[in-house]
């Protein structure tokens, strides 16, 4: 086991993304890579970093050079799954057939269509605090409703949300500077795997609905999803689509607390959401980096990357970039209009389910700001999430007043 800190004693660079003093403060760190080791090289973990935004932009661009076959976080690299497929471990040409079958029955059009059950979803979790004047954000509305949104679209029965949720929890736990998961950690993936390996054979025999039944009756060119194939997507759409959005909408309101007069104008003119989901995950996204493995060796900034070794795209530190973003890079700004940012990938692995995370965020901060307007963050009492690559809050209280639309 390695522990490890952001420096020495002597102000040496250092890298961990398992320590959880990085996650306090991962910005102040990641200035200095790009700064002064743009390819940075950790020797006790062995891995690369690149930190700018035009390395991390080719970096998912490059899908020959940067191959996601050897995981997409770094405690994972290496090991072959057990049992099941993910798509977000693949390559093309395996990945293009894949994820032709998944886009074929998940588009844009079917999360269109579920708007107004997500607004429903998230309103009833509102509806459940809203007279108490305070609640704890994460525990009472953002951790929950991500969970039924994954579940309606899979088609998971409501009495099964539960038992998903708690696995998914569990799956990302870490320990304080450790690379290797946790026993809590395994025992979430084995349930979550689990449940779907028993769910399966009754979907199979035309029992259930939703995404998972469409799957298992999608073909392209008389190819369908294998067993192994199917149980992948369910197990990262559940873990994705439940951690991230949970963790972005947090981000967003502790965010604009620490930003009143941006919170204020978020509450007087709805149209403005949008653009704050966008600089949320521009400014502090849930994902903090994806893995890959060269398959060739590189020479970038005067160092060689080997062929083998892994690099880690930064994709925190790279929207920060102010290569890219100007002298306003640091500044959080929901009036921002980015060309781009990294926040769900680019290229072959742009995030399939960005467009479910984007209408999760924006109906979640309508509602919030409709609802609660004049919510106070806790500041002293939130508590932070600490995992290797996925950032935000496990609590986040908070006080209110109901506005004239509490109902």
Excluded at 93 to 100: A, G, M, N
Excluded at 378 to 395: E, I, L, P, Q
Aim: proline residues 4%; charged residues 25%; glycine residues 8%.
């Amino acid at each position: 086991m390695y522990r490890l800190v952001m420096s020495d004693d002597s102000g040496e660079l250092v890298y961990n993304p398992y320590a959880f003093a990085v996650h306090d403060d991962p910005y102040s760190t990641y200035s200095r890579m790009r700064d002064e080791a743009p390819a940075y090289w950790n020797p006790d973990l062995e891995f690369w970093a690149l930190s700018r935004f035009d390395d991390v932009l080719e970096g998912f661009r490059d899908h020959a050079t940067f191959s996601s076959t050897g995981g997409v976080a770094l405690e994972q690299r290496g090991h072959i799954n057990s049992g099941f497929a993910q798509l977000i471990e693949m390559d093309p040409p395996e990945h293009t057939v894949f994820r032709k079958l998944v886009s074929r029955v998940f588009t844009g059009r079917r999360v269109e269509r579920m708007h107004d059950e997500i607004r429903s979803i998230v309103t009833g979790y509102i509806d459940g605090v809203v007279e108490a004047g305070e609640c704890d954000l994460v525990a009472d509305i953002t951790g929950p409703f991500p969970m039924d949104v994954i579940a309606a679209v899979l088609g998971v029965p409501e009495s099964d949300r539960d038992e998903l949720r708690h696995h998914a929890d569990r799956i990302l736990i870490r320990d304080d500077g450790v690379m290797e998961m946790p026993q809590e950690a395994l025992d979430g993936m084995f349930g979550l795997l689990q449940y779907f390996i028993d769910d399966l054979p009754a979907r199979r025999k035309g029992h259930g609905e939703g995404l998972i039944n469409d799957l298992i009756r999608s073909e392209v060119d008389g190819r369908s999803l294998t067993e192994e194939e199917l149980l992948g997507f369910c197990v990262l759409f559940v873990i994705a689509g439940h951690e991230t959005t949970t963790k972005m909408v947090a981000n967003a309101i502790e965010l604009l607390s620490r930003h009143p007069d941006q919170q204020a104008q978020v509450v007087a003119d709805p149209t403005l959401v949008p653009n704050a989901v966008e600089e949320v995950v521009r400014f502090h996204n849930s994902t903090q980096y994806m893995h890959r493995t060269l398959t060739t060796d590189l020479d970038i900034h005067g160092r060689v990357l080997g062929n083998g070794q892994s690099v880690l795209l930064m994709i925190g530190a790279a929207n920060h970039d102010d290569r890219e973003f100007g002298s306003t890079a640091e500044i959080f700004d929901i009036h921002r209009r980015p060309e781009r940012h990294l926040a769900f990938g680019h290229g072959a692995h742009f995030c399939l389910g960005a467009a479910l995370a984007r209408a999760e965020g924006l109906i979640a901060l309508e509602e919030i700001h409709r609802r609660l307007p004049a919510y106070r963050v806790d500041h002293d009492a939130k508590r932070r999430f600490h995992s290797g690559n996925v950032t935000g809050w496990s609590k986040l209280p908070i006080c209110f007043e109901p506005s004239s639309h509490s109902r």
